[in-house]
């Protein structure tokens, strides 16, 4: 039975990759339940909690033996037989023996009952769960804020998403599912962990994961591109509207070192890898710049623009583009200037030289003017201007588009 009882330890040990010592420990648990069931029926459940047994395993892999034992304390007058032993019985176990030491005695399995051995076997099972899930944990609790892979498992009625991961189950909710995206069970994807809730009781940890959030971008950024991994090139801001279109805006700590062309690499084949990731969404990498101009212009890319005039107290930008690159400038559905807003932080008005009631001179084509709020003639110009139609966009807001000319102009290219 000794043999049986270190035999069926390995396999679990084994089978559910648990050190020895921790199923050992899940055993004697469910020895002691049993041991409580079935000699201690006489005694009160809030008076057993007080006085449990101390029930110890000693396990000889070399001789395959294990032994079960009760340890108790060595008293005068003993009281309770559960816990405590005479000096006189204890020397027949320990000759050397003295008051206040502890002894072990043993515990034969064929003492107890059928159903006592069945409690033990629940209870044990019980305590190796409660310790896979604590290691679950524990594993994946520092993984948060990191990418990874999981196989699709299955789905709820809610449409939330169950993903295998390794020795454990993560929930793409339906709220973090990218809308323009489907899948089928059993496709590996990439997916960001951004929460992880503690095992309570039988409850097991849940692992919660993202395909919308903005730092999935991010860290397929940081595998991809070796110089953001390294250091040399960093990302200033990010924004999402995920499956449609992402903004990134990058500057370089090496003067050699291109941001933009490192993320996007030879051929583009660094970026495509991602927006295959990402399962056709499109992302403009935008070269980062401390002149807020220049950076509002460079944010509003793939769009050309001729002319930004700032207006500092109002942080708003009034940008200034070509006929032929205005529906660009806006986007489809306004998410171009509507994601520009987001990068910079400025409030975005997009609008012709028509529109402003003037032209802009041939030599200052594809300049970036600055012009302060507080200064007098800047305020006259850019307060008096009433076009036809604005199209603007805020800083956290929607582009709002109006016109039925610009419409039928609107299609990205």
């Not at 050992?24 to 057993?48: N, P, T, V």
């Not at 449609?244 to 051929?267: E, H, I, L, M, N």
């Not at 807020?292 to 890319?301: P, T």
């Not at 970036?368 to 305020?379: F, I, Y």
Request: glycine share 4%; aromatic share 4%; charged share 30%.
């Amino acid at each position: 039975m000794s043999a049986e009882l270190v035999a069926l330890v390995q396999q679990i040990a084994k089978d559910k990759e648990l050190p020895l010592e921790e199923v050992l420990s899940a055993m004697c648990d469910g020895i002691r339940h049993a041991y409580e069931k079935q000699f201690m029926r006489d005694i009160g459940r809030h008076q057993r909690k007080r006085i449990r047994p101390r029930v110890v395993a000693i396990l000889d892999l070399e001789n395959k033996v294990l032994k079960l034992a009760l340890e108790k304390t060595i008293v005068e007058n003993p009281i309770n037989p559960h816990l405590e032993i005479s000096l006189e019985e204890a020397r027949k176990i320990n000759p050397d023996a003295q008051l206040g030491m502890r002894i072990r005695v043993d515990l034969p399995l064929s003492e107890f009952s059928r159903s006592a051995m069945q409690l033990a076997r629940q209870r044990m099972q019980e305590r190796i769960r409660e310790i896979e899930q604590r290691r679950v944990y524990e594993l994946y609790r520092d993984r948060i804020n990191t990418i990874v892979v999981g196989q699709v498992a299955r789905w709820d009625s809610y449409g939330n998403i169950y993903l295998s991961l390794d020795r454990a189950e993560a929930l793409l909710p339906r709220r973090e599912q990218v809308p323009t995206e489907s899948f089928q069970k059993g496709e590996r994807i990439r997916v960001y962990i951004y929460e992880i809730r503690k095992p309570t009781g039988s409850t097991e940890p849940i692992i919660i994961v993202s395909r919308t959030h903005k730092e999935l971008l991010r860290k397929l950024l940081e595998a991809e591109v070796p110089e953001i991994r390294e250091g040399v090139v960093e990302i200033k801001s990010l924004v999402r509207d995920p499956g449609y279109r992402s903004k990134v805006a990058v500057a370089s700590k090496d003067p050699t070192v291109d941001p933009v062309g490192a993320c996007v690499g030879q051929q583009s084949k660094r970026i495509n890898n991602i927006t295959q990731e990402l399962r056709g969404e499109r992302i403009d990498i935008i070269a980062w710049s401390q002149d807020e101009a220049e950076f509002v212009a460079n944010a509003l890319s793939p769009a050309k623009v001729e002319t930004v005039i700032m207006n500092f107290d109002e942080r708003t930008a009034t940008v200034v583009v070509s006929e032929d690159q205005l529906s660009l400038a806006i986007g489809k559905q306004g998410r171009n200037v509507s994601l520009a807003a987001k990068l910079t932080g400025w409030r975005i008005d997009i609008r012709t030289a028509n529109q402003l009631g003037r032209e802009i001179p041939s030599e200052q084509l594809a300049q970036v003017e600055t012009l302060v709020a507080n200064d007098s003639q800047a305020s006259a110009s850019t307060s008096n201007l009433k076009p036809e139609t604005d199209f603007s966009a805020a800083a956290g807001e929607e582009a709002l588009v109006s016109g039925a000319e610009t419409e039928a102009k609107e299609g990205e290219q």
